[in-house]
């Protein structure tokens, strides 16, 4: 029998590989690897990780929006991908992980590339004019519906949205899966992926890996 777990979005046996064959070269990034994972504290897999890289590499953006920044793992993954002068400005709500974010960002000497701000996302972004050509949205998943129109209000034309945790270990996809005291951020998930695809200004796609990935561009 194959081995699954009903957590997963994809074969366990298939992420074991894909991780075993994805060796984050940085050794900063490692370093917040290994501390996330001893102190729980969830970041980026691996996988969505060098998804990140590779877009950020690919566009070589100038200005980059970040929704949830945690201890600055995966703004400081995408840094390593900006033009020359590029800026980063990542939203974080929780007092202690702004605190180990900008602690890290210092660290890695990125300190005049990425602002951290502290703030509530979903209301901090409505007051913003700026045009981003990356935004990384990886916030509280019950109100990523409420900030989509935000989001593509601020990403240029040809600008790239990354939206995480879309499915949810598999619960956004298949109901069985539901644990009752997650209803509402798998009701808001499905509402925000309808929303997503069916706008007329993105194009859209759903990429089952990590916890589920969006990819979308501004048309």
Do not use: W
Request: net charge neutral; glycine share 6%; proline share 3%.
């Amino acid at each position: 029998m194959i081995e699954y777990e009903k957590d997963a979005i994809v074969h366990p046996y298939v992420t074991r590989y894909i991780r075993g064959e994805l060796f984050e070269r940085d050794e900063f990034l490692r370093s917040l690897e290994s501390y996330a994972e001893e102190n729980n504290i969830p970041i980026v897999p691996r996988e969505t990780a060098s998804l990140l890289s590779v877009l950020s590499h690919m566009m070589k953006p100038v200005n980059v929006l970040e929704i949830g920044c945690a201890i600055g793992y995966s703004s400081i993954l995408i840094s390593r991908g900006l033009s020359l002068g590029g800026q980063i400005t990542t939203v974080e709500y929780s007092p202690e992980m702004a605190a180990a974010a900008r602690e890290n960002i210092k660290r890695a000497g990125l300190s005049d590339t990425i602002a951290v701000v502290e703030a509530d996302a979903k209301d901090y972004i409505k007051e913003l004019n700026g045009v981003y050509d990356f935004i990384f949205l990886d916030g509280p998943k019950a109100h990523y519906v409420y900030m989509l129109d935000d989001c593509v209000r601020l990403l240029r034309k040809g600008g790239i949205l990354v939206s995480d945790n879309v499915l949810y270990k598999g619960m956004t996809a298949d109901d069985r899966l539901v644990i009752r005291r997650k209803i509402t951020i798998v009701r808001r998930l499905r509402k925000f992926i309808s929303a997503l695809v069916k706008r007329e200004d993105l194009k859209t796609s759903i990429i089952p890996i990590g916890d589920g990935v969006t990819v979308s561009v501004k048309l």
